[in-house]
């Protein structure tokens, strides 16, 4: 049917759309079939990054122990017991901060970062 303007009315175009009931559920296999592969890919990307974003994590901490390390070694004088327990209690408290359970605290990190600030200029 023809509406006024010689356009198709929605009834006529709604007709002509509907597919047989077979192509339907091949269509629908397909797209089943498409997303489950997507899903793979997604959650492969995702671990991916998930991985890398560990690794950085990991030389991010390592890297700040060895400079509380490093700056040890380089004072000068010569380092007493007290002053290897002062470096050990450093990078405790470094690890401690890390491996905290509340890591929604703010205190915490200022806490961090005002240790590896305290332990670089010394």
Do not use: W
């Not at 995702?46 to 490093?70: F, P, S, W």
């Amino acid at each position: 049917m023809k509406g006024a303007l010689g356009m198709k009315t929605e009834v006529e175009f709604n007709e002509q759309e509907v597919l047989p009931e077979e192509e339907t559920n091949e269509q629908t296999n397909d797209t089943l079939a498409e997303d489950d592969e997507f899903k793979k890919l997604v959650y492969e990307r995702m671990r991916k990054i998930h991985n890398e974003g560990m690794v950085v994590g990991l030389q991010t901490a390592c890297h700040t122990i060895l400079d509380i390390v490093y700056s040890f070694e380089r004072s000068a004088g010569k380092k007493s017991a007290n002053d290897y327990k002062r470096l050990i209690k450093d990078v405790k408290r470094f690890c401690e901060v890390g491996t905290s359970s509340n890591k929604n605290s703010n205190s915490d990190t200022e806490n961090a970062e005002e240790t590896t600030s305290e332990t670089a200029q010394n």
